[in-house]
């Protein structure tokens, strides 16, 4: 990131384009641009972004489709620690909109600070972001309680047909399309479930067949972290 801010103070109009996953940061970005009083847009082309992330800032600013008479385009693919310590070399102040959309991708990135990539970095700079006026609470209530009944559906009919095998190290899912579309809810709804399913007592691997139209096995590993 080290060019950023050179070719943003030589930017007339600021493009940012992120994906789902790197919204929340971008958020922050766009926040730093803003107090440039630059002109900027904020893009995210993925389809469907979920309601769980409806409490970013800007998120009603967020477009759809990409700017064509933007002069700098930036496609961003930070994460939030590395953001977080762009902003601290740069003596830029993290205001509390950045903090907070800051301490939302931590939560993503870290699956609620419970995955292998977690240290004590990490717990430093959420430490400092609730200092910097985080809204932690709301973030974690949007990031890892959100649920929709589609979900819950889909939930309840996976954990119906569950296996447990090789002594319960192993817990194997299957779906079927029909399942999906009475549930309302996609494979990518699946995941929840399956993660779940990792905290089980013994539980090391999860597994999840997908059968299709054409009753193709889709075979998905979750392993514990």
């Given at each position: 990131?080290?060019?950023i801010?050179?070719?943003?103070?030589?930017?007339?109009?600021?493009?940012?384009?992120?994906?789902?996953?790197?919204?929340?940061?971008?958020?922050?970005?766009?926040?730093h641009?803003?107090?440039?009083?630059?002109?900027?847009?904020?893009?995210?082309?993925s389809?469907?972004?979920e309601?769980?992330?409806?409490?970013?800032p800007?998120?009603d600013?967020?477009k759809?489709?990409?700017?064509?008479?933007?002069?700098l385009?930036?496609?961003?693919?930070?994460?939030?620690?590395?953001?977080?310590?762009?902003?601290?070399?740069?003596?830029?102040?993290?205001?509390?909109?950045?903090?907070?959309?800051?301490y939302?991708?931590?939560?993503?990135?870290?699956?609620?600070?419970?995955?292998?990539?977690?240290?004590?970095?990490?717990?430093?700079?959420?430490?400092?972001?609730?200092?910097?006026g985080?809204?932690?609470?709301?973030?974690?209530?949007?990031?890892?309680?959100?649920?929709?009944?589609?979900?819950?559906?889909?939930?309840?009919?996976?954990?119906?047909?569950?296996?447990?095998?090789?002594?319960?190290?192993?817990?194997?899912?299957?779906?079927?399309?029909?399942?999906?579309k009475?549930?309302?809810?996609?494979?990518?709804d699946?995941?929840?479930?399956?993660?779940?399913?990792l905290?089980?007592?013994?539980?090391?691997?999860?597994?999840?067949?997908?059968?299709?139209?054409?009753?193709?096995?889709?075979?998905?590993?979750?392993?514990?972290?």
């Amino acid at each position: 990131m080290n060019n950023i801010l050179k070719d943003v103070g030589n930017a007339n109009y600021i493009m940012i384009v992120a994906d789902k996953k790197s919204l929340a940061g971008a958020s922050a970005f766009y926040t730093h641009i803003l107090r440039l009083h630059k002109k900027v847009a904020l893009v995210c082309e993925s389809q469907n972004i979920e309601n769980n992330l409806s409490f970013l800032p800007w998120f009603d600013k967020i477009k759809s489709k990409k700017v064509s008479s933007a002069d700098l385009h930036i496609e961003f693919k930070y994460s939030s620690v590395e953001l977080y310590e762009y902003f601290k070399k740069n003596n830029i102040k993290i205001n509390p909109k950045m903090a907070t959309a800051l301490y939302a991708g931590l939560l993503q990135e870290t699956d609620g600070f419970l995955n292998s990539s977690v240290n004590g970095m990490t717990f430093a700079v959420a430490k400092e972001l609730v200092e910097c006026g985080a809204e932690y609470k709301i973030c974690s209530s949007f990031i890892m309680k959100y649920t929709t009944l589609a979900s819950i559906r889909l939930k309840a009919i996976m954990f119906k047909n569950m296996l447990l095998v090789n002594d319960a190290k192993t817990a194997l899912f299957e779906i079927k399309n029909d399942d999906l579309k009475s549930a309302g809810a996609s494979l990518k709804d699946c995941d929840e479930v399956l993660k779940e399913t990792l905290k089980l007592p013994h539980t090391e691997e999860v597994i999840l067949l997908h059968v299709d139209k054409e009753y193709e096995l889709l075979r998905l590993k979750y392993k514990e972290i």
